[in-house]
């Protein structure tokens, strides 16, 4: 059965940094794309970032552009989302998902992935 399990989050200052990581673990061939999306308490979910995993084509939302950075490592089936910069309204629980069916290449909607990790949460402190 397919896992994802996201780590890395926590409590940082504004201005600050964080690195996140998901590994997926249980299918052989590893996901078609892998995307990070985040919510906020009382806001809908928002896409963050994904990234194909043969091609390692990355897209980004338009509130973290210049500031995030999504890299994948294919051996270890895990992604790494990067984030600078980081402001108050970067709070949230953060989820990674893993589209392992590729039947639609939409990177930012939800729908396309299939499976989800767990969440982590990030805190930026003003």
């Known amino acids: 059965q397919v896992q994802l399990v996201e780590s890395g989050g926590g409590l940082v200052q504004a201005g600050g940094s964080l690195k996140l990581s998901c590994s997926a673990s249980?299918?052989?061939?590893?996901?078609?794309?892998m995307g990070w999306f985040r919510q906020a308490p009382g806001k809908e979910r928002e896409f963050v970032a994904a990234v194909s995993w043969s091609g390692g084509y990355t897209t980004y939302g338009d509130s973290v552009k210049g500031r995030f950075t999504l890299s994948r490592d294919k051996i270890k089936n895990t992604s790494y989302l990067e984030m600078n910069s980081l402001k108050p309204e970067d709070t949230a629980v953060y989820y990674c998902?893993?589209?392992?069916?590729?039947?639609?290449?939409?990177?930012?909607?939800?729908?396309?992935?299939?499976?989800w990790g767990q969440g982590t949460q990030v805190t930026v402190s003003s």
């Open positions: 249980g299918h052989t061939f590893g996901p078609y794309k």
């Open positions: 998902a893993g589209d392992f069916r590729g039947t639609d290449i939409q990177f930012s909607r939800p729908t396309t992935y299939d499976y």
